[in-house]
């Protein structure tokens, strides 16, 4: 009936691939903070480096530095999204 040898091979390749898969997902977590924090970081020093060139006020350091939030906040979504979703969860818009 059963044979033990691909019951138990079966069992072990599924617990490894749901191993690997969830630190895959880890790592593209921390990637994502680090996308969001290198893109403010990128946008106020291009905007510092802009205002004394240019040797204006902050106008470009913040005027950048919110570009690189918003650019932040987008690479980080797209990432976070990356990391998909089991077929159970579903989106609040498909639970009405």
Known sequence: MNDPDKTSAGTDQKGQGGYWSSRFKGLLQVGAGNMFASSIIAGFLLGFLLDKWLETAPVF???????????????AKKTLLATGRDESDKKDSDRL
Do not use: D, E, I, Q
Not at 61 to 75: F, I, K, P, T
């Open 61 to 75: 350091m913040l005027v950048l530095g919110a570009l690189g939030v918003v650019a932040g906040m987008r690479n």
